[in-house]
C-alpha cells in the first residue's frame, strides 16, 4: 500500500484508473480510509462469506465491507452481493450519510 501510496502523491500513477485489491475477509476502515484520501478506489474479496450469504439467502453479509468504504466486491455471489450494494446505497441516499 505503500507504494501506491506514495506512487500517487509523487503524480507517477493516475489514480482515476487504479483500483487496490486490499485483500480476502475483513476489510480494515483505516486501509480504505487512506486509500481514498489518496483517490485510489478499493477492491475486497468476499470469498469466505460466500457461502454463508447464499445458504442463509443473506445479503446483509456483504455490508460490514460496504460499511468500510470498500468500492468493489470481488464474489462469487453476485445476486447476494448486488442486493446489498442496492440496499445499502439506497439506505445512504434516504439518510444523506456517504
Do not use: C, K, W
Not at 506512487?7 to 480476502?24: E, K, L, M, P, Y
Not at 489518496?38 to 477492491?43: E, H, L, N
Request: proline residues 4%.
Amino acid at each position: 500500500m505503500r507504494t501506491i501510496l506514495a506512487a500517487a502523491a509523487a503524480g507517477r500513477v493516475d489514480v482515476s484508473r487504479t483500483i487496490a485489491f486490499v485483500g480476502v475477509g475483513q476489510a480494515d476502515p483505516a486501509v480504505v480510509a487512506r486509500l481514498h484520501a489518496a483517490g485510489v478506489r478499493v477492491q475486497m474479496g468476499t470469498f469466505p462469506l460466500d457461502a454463508q450469504a447464499d445458504a442463509a439467502t443473506n445479503p446483509a453479509t456483504y455490508t460490514p465491507f460496504l460499511d468500510a468504504g470498500v468500492d468493489v466486491l470481488a464474489t462469487d455471489n453476485i445476486r447476494s452481493a448486488s442486493e446489498a450494494v442496492r440496499t445499502f446505497t439506497t439506505a445512504r441516499r434516504l439518510t444523506g450519510a456517504r
